[in-house]
């Protein structure tokens, strides 16, 4: 890759109001948080595209502003407590609304693959063709279009052409989720504890290249997902894969996007602590026996993909976090 420098290039610049209340009930057993904040920045570093005539990719440059606002609220509280029994638990919740308020002088549009910058639109908006699902007769892939083939705006109609279809294109969706955040709870029963942390995040959309790639004949004799096995094969197929033709790319459409919703199980720890009087006679003050599985499991809405890392809703070939399960001894002299 070639990106161009450019010695111009400046610190971005931000100013934030945040506006919070904090309560707390029942002598404190039960405290509530809640906050809202704005955040603007200006002098956005953002990657700009160039012509492949000019012998770089693109370069980098300090241009524009763009707005943050959300509300983030946490409950956390004791459900039940005894001599022998103690419960608690952690929820927090954040939503963010993400919007470009200024871009260059003229508004021009950052388009980068199948993703737009633009004023008034989230950051990293989908930018795609709309699909209008596989036609039976031919397995061909169908696109709504709403150009002509001279470039003037007429009524939506159905197409086989790509390239109209891609004239057509429209901002399909965002990565930003509706909802965010993370459930903890702790628990205690005589000697025994159990604690338990996940995420979750709730709407958005993503597209995962790395399943698009299993589902592409581009390259015959690379893998391939189950998936294709739905794809159109004879007259009266209804199915939303069109055809295999080797060799041939599809482009993206809004039918690509999968909710990028997830619930993630991050870390579950059992322990027991030995009672007092089985160890004081050799000196210690306590000792507690744990097991910790981290990365336990993560529930989406296709298999095998991970939403949780890409701030910009992409995927690619890397590991997830590797699930493990680890056991320690804590000992106090």
């Excluded at 948080?33 to 370069?59: A, V």
């Excluded at 910058?117 to 031919?138: F, H, K, N």
Aim: glycine share 8%; aromatic share 12%.
């Amino acid at each position: 890759m070639s990106f161009k420098g450019n010695k111009d290039i400046t610190w971005e610049s931000s100013e934030s109001l945040n506006i919070g209340l904090d309560a707390g009930f029942f002598d404190s057993r039960l405290n509530i948080g809640l906050e809202w904040y704005q955040r603007k920045t200006t002098d956005m570093l953002l990657y700009y595209p160039l012509p492949m005539s000019s012998g770089f990719e693109g370069y980098n440059r300090n241009s524009g502003s763009m707005k943050n606002s959300g509300i983030e609220a946490t409950i956390s509280g004791k459900i039940m407590k005894t001599q022998d029994f103690e419960w608690d638990m952690t929820i927090m919740a954040s939503t963010t609304k993400n919007e470009v308020l200024k871009l260059t002088d003229d508004g021009k549009d950052i388009i980068e693959g199948s993703q737009i910058i633009r004023e008034g639109e989230a950051l990293y908006s989908y930018y795609l063709c709309r699909s209008a699902g596989v036609d039976p007769l031919t397995g061909d892939q169908l696109y709504w279009a709403s150009v002509d083939k001279k470039g003037n705006e007429v009524e939506p109609y159905i197409t086989t052409d790509e390239g109209l279809a891609q004239s057509s294109r429209v901002i399909a969706g965002k990565k930003t989720p509706d909802l965010f955040g993370s459930i903890s709870t702790q628990l205690r029963y005589k000697s025994f504890d159990l604690s338990i942390s996940t995420n979750y995040s709730i709407g958005g959309e993503m597209i995962d290249g790395v399943y698009q790639n299993l589902m592409s004949y581009y390259y015959p004799a690379q893998a391939k997902h189950k998936n294709l096995a739905r794809a159109w094969s004879k007259v009266g197929d209804v199915t939303d894969i069109p055809r295999n033709i080797i060799g041939k790319n599809y482009p993206s459409t809004d039918a690509m996007l999968i909710d990028a919703s997830y619930f993630a199980i991050k870390n579950i720890t059992l322990g027991y602590s030995l009672p007092e009087k089985w160890i004081k006679n050799i000196g210690l003050k306590g000792l507690r026996l744990a097991m910790t599985a981290d990365n336990l499991c993560l529930f989406t809405h296709l298999k095998g993909m991970d939403p949780q890392y890409s701030l910009i809703g992409g995927t690619s070939y890397v590991y997830t976090p590797t699930r493990t399960i680890s056991f320690s001894v804590d000992v106090k002299f």
